[in-house]
């Protein structure tokens, strides 16, 4: 089955500090790779939707400012949290969409974000 | 937008009977619908899916069935497991032809098998 890989699996940095993930499709191409976050005891909320070679689509809510996304291949996509605080701790979690599955999205292992 | 609904959000239930989980969408557009199983601290994994053009579907233990008319959905798993133990959350999508559309989850099922 397709594979999607995150590094780093978990990361703990300063208050202001920014902090880059990157998301991977190892076995497919991926046009569309999609980030979730999700705080303890919850339930996954769909940040935004990344697209190759374009700009990144914002949830309501979510500041695209902060939550820098780059596609820059049909591989890789980046979600950099800038200036993170405390609040931002969460676990952070990507997914691709395998074309040839019809709307099957792969998740990757996720990234444990502490702020301190 | 979309917005899912999911109960029970606690189920506890004896080694070898039988676990129902329900969800409720309000988009009529969404026509794919994905359950998944996560463990503590890993990933979601999907367990089964279902089209809106399919009103029931099985495999093995799990089977999903779809009311479209309703916008519900459930996940029926018999004959549980302690291994079954995990949270569970299902999740709906409209398939927009360009494939860009997130998944919007329920806010999931603690299932605890009891031995």
């Known amino acids: 089955g397709a594979v999607v890989s995150q590094h780093p699996s978990w990361v703990i940095c300063k208050s202001g500090t920014s902090v880059k993930i990157e998301c991977r499709s190892l076995?497919?191409?991926?046009?569309?790779m999609f980030w979730y976050r999700q705080f303890p005891k919850q339930s996954l909320m769909l940040m935004a939707t990344?697209?190759?070679?374009?700009?990144?689509?914002?949830e309501q809510g979510v500041e695209k400012d902060k939550f820098l996304i780059n596609h820059a291949s049909l591989t890789l996509s980046t979600l950099t949290v800038t200036s993170a605080h405390p609040e931002d701790s969460s676990f952070y979690i990507c997914?691709?969409?395998?074309?040839?599955?019809?709307?099957?999205?792969?998740f990757g292992p996720g990234t444990r974000l502490t702020v301190l | 937008g979309e917005n899912v609904e999911q109960h029970p959000s606690t189920l506890s239930v004896q080694e070898g009977d039988s676990a129902v989980i329900k969800c409720t969408y309000s988009?009529?557009?969404?026509?794919?619908f994905p359950w998944y199983k996560q463990e503590l601290g890993k990933r979601p994994q999907l367990i089964i899916d279902?089209?809106?053009?399919?009103g029931e579907k099985k495999d093995q233990r799990i089977a999903v069935t779809l009311n479209k008319t309703a916008k519900h959905f459930s996940l029926h798993i018999t004959e549980t497991q302690p291994e079954d133990s995990a949270v569970y959350f299902c999740?709906?999508?409209?398939?927009?032809?360009?494939?860009?559309?997130?998944?919007?989850f329920g806010k999931g099922t603690h299932l605890i098998i009891q031995p």
């Open positions: 076995d497919f191409q991926a046009t569309t």
């Open positions: 997914s691709a969409r395998d074309l040839s599955s019809y709307n099957e999205q792969f």
């Open positions: 999740a709906a999508t409209p398939h927009s032809g360009g494939g860009a559309d997130g998944l919007t």
């Open positions: 279902i089209r809106s053009n399919v």
């Open positions: 990344s697209n190759e070679g374009s700009k990144a689509t914002y």
């Open positions: 988009d009529s557009a969404s026509n794919y």
